[in-house]
T-cell receptor, first 113, second 114 residues
């Protein structure tokens, strides 16, 4: 599958504040979700994942929340740092897709000093 | 962690020439790799799924004769852009599937066709 973003939503937060990045996914059959971070000129970097049998998963400074009822995914970053500035993509997949990922349009996070 | 490399990181070529991009999984074997294209300020678009030892599966609208994919080993997939034109200029990214679910991405290749 493919997802084409015609524009890039932006989010600006103050250093030290918490960030919340939202994503609406499209396929109700999707059973695995991943958040990726992409810095300029680099490939996406895995942040955290969650399976559809969970509604919350925590990592180091990051939390992913999944609401299957409304097909919504969010990424929370605690105590946002300048190094967190990047584009964040959610991606969805399901077991019948040969694990092909469908990417969301992405959100540009800018951390202000 | 899982490491995927791409080579070259950037390439400039003349219109009409062919360019080969390599994708390697350095510390794991990958039966399945994926090739994406990304235009500025846009998301990643899946071009094709590369399967070791078999033909690649191309997404709708992607010309298989133009974007040749070879996955000859469990750690290497190559994408060849044949007869490149300026509209093929883009950021090409590969990923390798580790286990059943997780894709690890390469650093990308910036292709500029003059």
């Amino acid at each position: 599958g493919e997802s084409v973003g015609l524009h890039l939503p932006t989010l600006s937060v103050q250093e030290g504040d918490n960030s919340i990045i939202n994503c609406a996914y499209s396929n109700s059959a999707s059973d695995y979700f991943i958040w990726y971070k992409q810095e300029s000129g680099k490939g996406p970097q895995f942040i955290i994942d969650i399976r559809s049998n969970m509604d919350k998963r925590q990592g180091q400074r990051v939390t992913v929340l999944l609401n299957k009822t409304v097909k919504h995914l969010s990424l929370q970053i605690a105590a946002t740092q300048p190094g967190d500035s990047a584009v964040y993509f959610c991606a969805e997949t399901f077991s019948g897709s040969a694990r092909q990922l469908t990417f969301g349009s992405g959100t540009q996070l800018t951390v202000l000093p | 962690g899982a490491v995927v490399s791409q080579h070259p990181s950037r390439v400039i070529c003349k219109s009409g020439t062919s360019v080969k991009i390599e994708c390697r999984s350095l510390d794991f074997q990958a039966t399945t790799m994926f090739w994406y294209r990304q235009f500025p300020k846009q998301s990643l678009m899946l071009m094709a799924t590369s399967n070791e030892g078999s033909k690649a599966t191309y997404e709708q609208g992607v010309e298989k004769d133009k974007f040749l994919i070879n996955h000859a080993s469990l750690t290497l997939s190559t994408l060849t852009v044949t007869s490149a034109h300026p509209e093929d200029s883009s950021f090409y990214i590969c990923s390798a599937l580790r286990g059943l679910n997780t894709q690890y991405f390469g650093p990308g290749t910036r292709l500029t066709v003059l």
